[in-house]
């Protein structure tokens, strides 16, 4: 057997052996025990695959767009964890393997029968509501955030823990994905049904997608999407610039949390330019990595600029 296929074994036995292990610890567990493990279970090192492809649409005359498929390295870094709060941070690893780049890629934020939420209401605005808390009880909110820590979507589930299977689903609105906000102008608005599921091999994040113009108190379906996007389980010495990475940067990004949730307790609905000067909001918080500021100098950079991309 070539050493190729032995380190594909390892890979395999590591990932059954995770999975037998973590089905065995849920077992003796309280069910928001199990939640918080199944949550905390998508971290770890990961070859990603992201697939998006249009299935249907209600115009006849609509022409669908080309399929699309990328993927790459992974590391979920848990950040915080908590008994009511679990924090996810995702982490690309992009180019070539002796010359790694790292893309700091989308956080999930879970919170244990939360009531507050930002829903998304169109055109890069957000709303806050409020829930019941006996509507939520036992549920988890996860709240998505954008690479510059902006908000994203959030909702609000419980995790189901059946039949030997682990997964949490909901369905909220959501802003354009990044992989066509730049390109699109026929619709504004997406109607996420997302699943998260354990797997054998890791997790899969299932979507099932509408894509929605909404204008005028009416909303018109341009057509929907299927997402399958996939995390298979590796070693986590594969990921190990993105751990040197978060170990260089995470204070500088644990600033950028707490200026944006400052703000928005203090501007609970929001709207956000999508740029100033041909410039998005998160080139402007990137730049300020690149600068060797203080806490107290970088707060007050932070908040500069976070407010001025705000209406």
């Excluded at 849920?26 to 949550?39: F, L, P, R, V, Y």
């Excluded at 993927?71 to 979920?76: A, F, K, P, R």
């Excluded at 909702?155 to 299977?165: F, K, L, M, V």
Aim: aromatic share 10%.
């Amino acid at each position: 057997m070539t050493s190729e296929n032995n380190y594909t074994t390892m890979n395999r036995n590591l990932i059954l052996l995770t999975g037998l292990a973590l089905s065995q610890l849920m077992m003796s567990q309280t069910k928001k025990q199990q939640d918080q493990e199944a949550i905390k279970a998508m971290a770890g090192c990961y070859n990603v695959t992201f697939n998006y492809a249009e299935t249907f649409s209600p115009d006849k005359e609509y022409q669908f767009k080309d399929n699309k498929r990328t993927g790459g390295l992974e590391w979920v870094e848990v950040v915080e964890d908590n008994d009511d709060k679990i924090m996810l941070q995702h982490l690309l690893i992009v180019g070539k393997p002796d010359a790694p780049h790292i893309v700091k890629h989308w956080r999930q934020d879970w919170l244990y029968e939360n009531t507050n939420l930002l829903d998304y209401d169109a055109d890069n605005s957000w709303k806050s509501i409020h829930l019941n808390p006996n509507d939520v009880k036992g549920q988890w909110t996860q709240k998505v955030y954008q690479v510059d820590d902006s908000p994203r979507y959030e909702g609000s589930a419980t995790w189901i823990h059946y039949d030997g299977r682990h997964y949490w689903e909901n369905t909220t609105y959501a802003p354009l994905p990044r992989r066509e906000h730049t390109t699109r102008n026929d619709y504004n608005i997406m109607k996420r049904r997302n699943r998260q599921e354990l797997m054998d091999f890791g997790w899969v994040h299932e979507q099932d997608n509408d894509k929605i113009l909404r204008q005028n108190g009416e909303e018109k379906t341009i057509a929907q999407e299927k997402g399958w996007n996939t995390y298979e389980k590796v070693e986590d010495a594969q990921c190990k610039a993105a751990q040197d990475y978060w170990k260089k940067n995470a204070a500088f990004w644990a600033t950028v949390r707490d200026v944006w949730a400052e703000t928005l307790e203090k501007k609970p609905n929001i709207k956000l330019q999508k740029k100033i000067d041909n410039k998005p909001l998160y080139a402007e918080i990137f730049g300020l990595m690149k600068k060797d500021l203080d806490e107290k100098q970088l707060r007050k950079a932070l908040k500069k600029s976070i407010k001025q991309y705000m209406h």
